[in-house]
C-alpha cells in the first residue's frame, strides 16, 4: 500500500494547490461579498436577496451574467454585487409603467357619505386614478356624450375643481379606454353564451344613417339561461357598405355569428317583411346546415310583426291623409298666436 507523503515532500507548486483546495474547501458555506466570488459562483448560484427593491425585479442570467429584469416594464439592469441596489431603486422613480412609484405616499382623506337609512356617515377616501378614469368612460357610453367632451375647456374645469389630482385624458385615450372595456365585455358575454346549453334567436336589422348616408346594422340575441330568465345581447353593431344585397348582408350576419361561436345553435333569425332578407335566407341556410336547425331550416325565417303591423298602420294612413292635413293645417291656425 503505497504512502502519502507529507507536506515537506511535495514540491512547492503542488503543496500551494493542496493549501489552496483546503481553503476553498472551508470556505464553501461562507457568504462573500466581494466582486470575485460573484464571479466565481457562476450563473448557476443566486444570492440571497434581503432588499425590498427585488420584489419588484427578477433575477435572470443573460450571456452569463447576472441582470435584474423590471416586473413593470421588462428592462435589463446589472446584478452585480458590487453595484448595489441604488440604481434599482432610481429606476423605480421613473419606470413608465410603475402605478405605485416608492415614495409615493397615499393620502387618505375624510369625505361625508350616507348610510341606507339615510343618516350622514364619515368614511375615509383615497383618490385612485384608475377608478376615476373607468368612471369617465362608463359616464361616456352610458348617456351616449360625443368622445370630444374630454376637450371642452369648460368640462376640464370642471373636473379639475372637483379633484384636482385627476389627470385628464384626450379623446384617442377615451377611446381606447372604450375599446378595451368592450372587448372585456364581450370576452364576459361569450364565456356565459358558451356556458349556457341553450339555443340563441336572432333579430337584426338594416337601416341608412340620415347624415351619414351609410347603413348600419345591429344584431341581438335572445336566449334563456340555466335559471329560466330570458336575456338579450347586443351582439353586433356594424357597418355593412353598399350595395346592400342578399349576399352582403348574408356575409356580415354569418361574420358575426361565427365571431360569437353560436353558428351551430341558432334557432331563428327575425327580419323584416322584404324580398332582399328572403333571399338571404336562402344563403344562410346553405351556410348554417340543415343538421345544425331546428326541424330542418323550417322555423329559421321569422317576420317582424311590427313591421308588418307598421306597413299596415302607413297603408292606413294614406286613405284619410287628406283629412289628418286639414286637422293639422287648423291647429296650427290656432296655435299661431296666443289671442287665438
Excluded at 66 to 92: D, E, I, Q, Y
Excluded at 123 to 144: C, G, T, W
Excluded at 203 to 209: I, M, S, Y
Excluded at 310 to 331: F, P, T
Amino acid at each position: 500500500m503505497a504512502s502519502t507523503p507529507s507536506s515537506s515532500q511535495v514540491p512547492g507548486s503542488q503543496a500551494s494547490g493542496a493549501v489552496a483546495a483546503a481553503t476553498d474547501t472551508t470556505e464553501e458555506n461562507v457568504v462573500h461579498i466581494s466582486d470575485g466570488e460573484e464571479q466565481a459562483a457562476g450563473p448557476g448560484k443566486k444570492r440571497k436577496q434581503y432588499s425590498k427593491v427585488w420584489n419588484d425585479f427578477t433575477q435572470v442570467c443573460v450571456d452569463g451574467k447576472w441582470k435584474a429584469k423590471c416586473k413593470h416594464c421588462g428592462k435589463n439592469l446589472s446584478a452585480v454585487s458590487r453595484n448595489g441596489t441604488t440604481h434599482l431603486k432610481t429606476h423605480l422613480t421613473s419606470c413608465p409603467l410603475n402605478n405605485k412609484r416608492p415614495g409615493d405616499k397615499i393620502q387618505t382623506n375624510l369625505r361625508f357619505g350616507t348610510t341606507e337609512k339615510g343618516a350622514v356617515s364619515v368614511e375615509n377616501y383615497v383618490f385612485d386614478q384608475e377608478v376615476a378614469r373607468k368612471a369617465l368612460y362608463s359616464m361616456i357610453i352610458l348617456h351616449e356624450y360625443p368622445l370630444s367632451i374630454v376637450d371642452h375647456h369648460g368640462f376640464r374645469k370642471f373636473v379639475s375643481a372637483l379633484q384636482p389630482l385627476f389627470k385628464m385624458g384626450t379623446r384617442n385615450t377615451i377611446r381606447r379606454d372604450i375599446m378595451h372595456f368592450y372587448e372585456g365585455e364581450k370576452r364576459k358575454a361569450r364565456i356565459f353564451l358558451q356556458r349556457t346549453n341553450c339555443r340563441v334567436a336572432v333579430t337584426t336589422d338594416l337601416w341608412t344613417a340620415d347624415n351619414q348616408k351609410r347603413g348600419y346594422m345591429a344584431v341581438t340575441g335572445h336566449f334563456i339561461d340555466d335559471s329560466w330568465m330570458l336575456k338579450s345581447c347586443i351582439l353586433r353593431f356594424m357597418y355593412v357598405p353598399c350595395p346592400h344585397t342578399a349576399e352582403a348582408i348574408c356575409d356580415a350576419l354569418h361574420k358575426c355569428l361565427q365571431s360569437w361561436d353560436i353558428d351551430r345553435r341558432v334557432s331563428t333569425v327575425t327580419l323584416d317583411n322584404c324580398s332582399i332578407n328572403d333571399s338571404m335566407i336562402g344563403l344562410m341556410e346553405t351556410r348554417l346546415g340543415a343538421t345544425s336547425m331546428l326541424l330542418r331550416e323550417k322555423w329559421l325565417h321569422m317576420r317582424c310583426c311590427a313591421h308588418i303591423l307598421n306597413l299596415i298602420v302607413k297603408d292606413g294612413m294614406e286613405v284619410i291623409a287628406s283629412a289628418v292635413s286639414n286637422i293639422r293645417d287648423s291647429i296650427a291656425y290656432c296655435v299661431a298666436t296666443p289671442k287665438r
